[in-house]
């Protein structure tokens, strides 16, 4: 089993930065492909960037591609989403996920695990 323990959330103004974390235990993440989803309410969760093994790949929506970036330590089983240029948009709860037979990644259902998810608030 995976343990994923999303922080780094908080309260920005537009045009701000944040940096959300991921810790894991339980297992190493090397061999699992880690992705960051956020669902705002009333709207399905929603796909955001993933980043496959030890970061040979990595792949964002539209909305977030040129202001996020996604990263990983796997010496430390750490997952990072640097998160610049904030806007109103971008308010959600993030989530972390891993999953090891990640097909696309762009999909909940290709994750086997979750965190409990950390907010994002973005003022305009």
């Known amino acids: 089993q995976v343990q994923l323990v999303e922080s780094g959330g908080g309260l920005m103004q537009a045009g701000g930065s944040l940096r959300l974390s991921c810790a894991a235990s339980g297992r190493t993440l090397s061999t699992y492909a880690m992705g960051w989803f956020r669902q705002a309410p009333g709207k399905e969760r929603e796909f955001v960037a993933v980043i496959k093994l030890s970061g040979s790949y990595s792949y964002y929506a539209e909305s977030v591609k040129g202001r996020f970036t996604i990263s990983r330590d796997n010496a430390k089983n750490m997952v990072y989403l640097q998160m610049n240029s904030l806007n109103a948009e971008d308010t959600a709860v993030y989530y972390c996920?891993?999953?090891?037979?990640?097909?696309?990644?762009?999909?909940?259902?290709?994750?086997?695990?979750w965190g409990q998810g950390t907010q994002v608030t973005v003022s305009s």
């Open positions: 996920a891993a999953g090891r037979a990640v097909l696309s990644g762009v999909r909940p259902h290709d994750y086997d695990y």
